[in-house]
């Protein structure tokens, strides 16, 4: 009978993690106000959230931004727990002036609501995969 109880347990936490679990946006997130960007801290904490820390007239921010949407597909279509998102400086320094982000492009990596690590400057697309891996591969030890 304790097979029972036991099987009975783990089909009511599985269908709990279901219904707890938020969707990977399908697109990279354009950060939209502060608010915005605590709300996606927030319901995506179990996630690597990858945030660029970007600007509209930076030259390495606008070529960086193609690689950067081209991963989010990437890893969306492999499944993997990784939320993509955009964040402009000119309209959002409070955020940046938290993360104290001097110069542009920064790439911030949050998982449960913590920074676990900063990129400064840009990297060609295998780099930035290599460092995502890396980062990804630290906070699982």
């Not at 007239?57 to 991963?71: I, R, T, V």
């Not at 104290?100 to 949050?110: A, D, N, R, S, Y």
């Amino acid at each position: 009978m304790s097979n029972d109880n036991e099987i009975e347990a783990i089909r009511q936490k599985k269908m709990a993690d279901m219904v707890n679990k938020v969707a990977l946006p399908e697109n990279v997130v354009d950060v939209e106000s502060v608010d915005h960007f605590n709300k996606i801290v927030n319901d995506y904490k179990d996630s690597l959230i990858i945030v660029d820390m970007w600007a509209p007239w930076c030259g390495p921010c606008k070529a960086f931004g193609p690689a950067f949407e081209a991963l989010q597909k990437e890893y969306l279509q492999a499944g993997k727990n990784v939320v993509f998102s955009k964040l402009n400086v000119d309209n959002h320094g409070s955020v940046a002036q938290q993360f104290q982000v001097t110069g542009i492009p920064t790439t911030l990596f949050i998982k449960n609501k913590k920074l676990v690590h900063r990129q400064v400057g840009m990297a060609p697309k295998a780099q930035f995969t290599q460092i995502i891996e890396s980062v990804q591969k630290k906070i699982a030890e």
